[in-house]
């Protein structure tokens, strides 16, 4: 292939969808499962793309797909044509019908699997058409690479074509069963913490700074740890130790009991994030807003008044 000019009779401007979620994924196979199809389709729709265009966007490699500087190029100007795209739809769209089709929703296993989870049902019946995909994993998640049309995050975006708005500050303390706690010597204060088990985050896997808390405990070292909140709420309720957890998930599980709760608490923010190139795609708006009125309606789970 070379670097000249192709036939646009040969172009197919929808082969731009299946070249943007390869450069993005970086594989077939990740870029397939996005697109719902078959890796093999999206192969040859690459290489329809680059015989039309005579040029190589891609390099092929073990590791997966890397692009070229042609690539690079292209890739700019397919994400222009895909923000104009989707903006035309968003304009013309009737408001019940924009409601069918899929939104993927990036958050925090915490937030996504113990209150999400929980509660988007309830938007599901109301507009039948739509699909709700959950991804509830620990990981910041790149809306720039389409890994989600709505993100929650722990920290508002500093950069990038982003909206975001401020979903609820939220509590967190210091829990562990009343089984556990009736076993061991009282704890009146943060010096009583020490020689007692600890639950936490794995160092080198923690995905947000705000989540590195450990000092704020006082000189305790965690023995069991996991890079998932889910995780460390499972073992603390088998009883292996004491763990920091959100109030919004301590409060629907009765056999926890707050430790210190007057020294040990700490508070974090959630942040709902958008594309700006999705904002006005009525499905997305739709469920951002369905969640943050959850939020809303809730706020006591995450900010439960002071134990007396």
Known sequence: MDGGAGDMADFNWNDLRFFLAVARAGTLTTAAQRLRADHTTVSRRITALEDALRVTLF???PSGF??????????????????????????VAD????????????????????????????????????EVQLVAMPRVFSLSKREADIAISLS????????????????????????????RPPIRSRADLRG????????D????????????????A????????????????AGAGLCMLPA??????????????????????????????????????????????LVRREQALFLPPPTI
């Open 59 to 61: 390099e092929r490699r």
């Open 66 to 91: 890397t692009l070229t500087p042609q690539g690079e190029r292209l890739k700019q100007t397919a994400e222009v044509m895909e923000s104009a795209a989707l903006l035309a739809q968003g304009m």
């Open 95 to 130: 408001g019940d019908l924009s409601l069918a089709g899929a939104v993927r929703i990036g958050a925090p296993d915490g937030f996504g699997s113990c209150f999400l989870a929980p509660r988007i049902g309830a938007l599901c019946e109301r507009h039948p058409e739509l």
């Open 156 to 183: 508002r975006p500093q950069e990038g074509r982003l909206y975001a708005r401020k979903l609820t500050d939220y509590r967190l303390g210091l829990y562990g069963t009343a089984a556990y706690l009736d076993a």
């Open 196 to 203: 007692h088990s600890f639950i936490g985050y794995i160092d």
């Open 205 to 220: 896997l923690i995905f947000a700074p705000e989540l590195d808390y450990v000092e704020t405990i006082g000189e305790v």
């Open 222 to 237: 965690p023995r069991i740890k996991s890079s998932s909140l889910v995780a460390q709420l499972k073992a603390t309720l």
């Open 248 to 293: 919004f998930i301590a409060a629907g599980e009765p056999d926890l009991v707050q430790v210190l709760p007057e020294e040990v608490t700490i508070t974090r923010s959630f942040w709902l994030i958008v594309h700006e190139d999705l904002r006005s795609l009525a499905r997305i708006s739709m469920t951002a807003d369905y969640i943050a009125d």
